[in-house]
């Protein structure tokens, strides 16, 4: 149960009233100076802290060249998107003729009704390039793995700025890299097994466009480790000033 403020007379379910029924004082409006005070040390407190995280969002984000480099290449997956990823020449009933793919186009096709989910799976079934056609389908995976990876990085980036960290970035960037060396290796394996099982119906040409994305990653993971090293005086000093801001408080409080 609640007391009063002023006389610690324990309230009980009758005291309804605003009055403390043993020293009459007004519990609502008891030490309201005092408390405006504190309600505007906080207010106070929370508005310094707001502009030092903005602060360290900024700096961290484009504080340098490098820090700019690095938030233009988190962007570097939403492009990849618009990006063909192999050379498909087929004479199957969803493919008609040489075709560069990409994610856009395979999601388009499959809105369109161009492709058929289960008519492609099928393919997996078959004797001949079943197993190609499964190495494929993985390589689509992961390279849907590595740029979902590549966003999630973008949104690790913002919320990890503040206090000057780089290793979700890290974890991001290295699970996009490894995702996309997969890939290349699946799609390499899978145009060579096309070429030895059934050459005459399809063949499977790596772009170079996947390389570039595999190059952007690589690029932006080594960005993050040497950042890692750069960021620790930083972020140091952020908090060292978030200690230092929060005793000024106290001292002014007492």
Same mark, same amino acid.
């Given at each position: 149960m ?5 006389c610690?007379?324990k309230l009980g379910i009758a005291?309804? *009233?605003?009055?403390? /029924?043993v020293c009459k004082?007004n519990? /609502?409006n +008891?030490?309201?100076?005092a ?6 040390? *906080? ?14 969002f900024k700096? %961290?984000? &484009? ?8 938030? $233009?290449?988190t962007f570097a997956?939403?492009? &990849?998107?618009?990006?063909p #990823?192999? *050379?498909?020449t087929?004479?199957?009933? &969803?493919s008609?003729? %040489? ?9 388009l ?10 008519? #492609?799976?099928g +393919?997996i ?5 079943g197993?190609?056609?499964? $190495? @494929?389908?993985a390589?689509l995976?992961l390279v849907?793995?590595g $740029? ?9 980036l913002?919320i990890s700025g ?5 290793k ?5 960037c ?6 996309f060396i997969? %890939? ?8 060579? #097994? +096309? ?11 790596l772009s ?5 994305? @595999? ?8 960005i993050?480790v040497?950042m ?10 952020y908090?060292?000033s %978030? ?5 000024k408080r106290?001292?002014?409080?007492a």
């Open positions: 609640a007391r009063c403020p002023n610690s007379y005291d309804v *009233k605003a009055e403390c /029924p004082v519990i /609502p +008891f030490n309201w100076e408390r405006l005070d504190d309600d505007a040390l *906080k207010a106070e407190d929370a508005w310094m802290s707001f502009r030092r995280k903005i602060g360290s700096n %961290a984000l &484009f504080g340098n060249k490098l820090r700019i480099a690095r938030f $233009v290449l997956p939403i492009i &990849f998107v618009l990006f #990823m192999f *050379k498909l087929a004479e199957l009933p &969803f008609d003729g %040489a075709e560069s793919v990409s994610l856009l186009s395979i999601i096709s499959i809105v369109n009704g161009k492709y058929d989910i289960g008519s #492609m799976l +393919f079934s078959l004797e001949k390039s197993t190609a056609f499964i $190495v @494929l389908y390589s995976v849907v793995l $740029v979902a990876a590549g966003v999630l990085n973008f949104f690790v913002l503040v206090g000057y960290h780089t979700g970035n890290i974890i991001c290295s699970l996009s890299t490894l995702f997969a %890939a290349i290796v699946c799609i390499t394996v899978a145009s060579s #097994m +096309f070429k030895s099982a059934i050459p005459e119906i399809v063949s499977l040409r170079y466009s996947l390389f570039i994305g @595999l190059a952007l990653f690589i690029v932006n993971l080594v993050s040497v890692k090293n750069s960021f620790k005086p930083e972020r140091a000093k908090r060292e %978030a200690a230092a801001e929060y005793e106290l001292a002014e409080a």
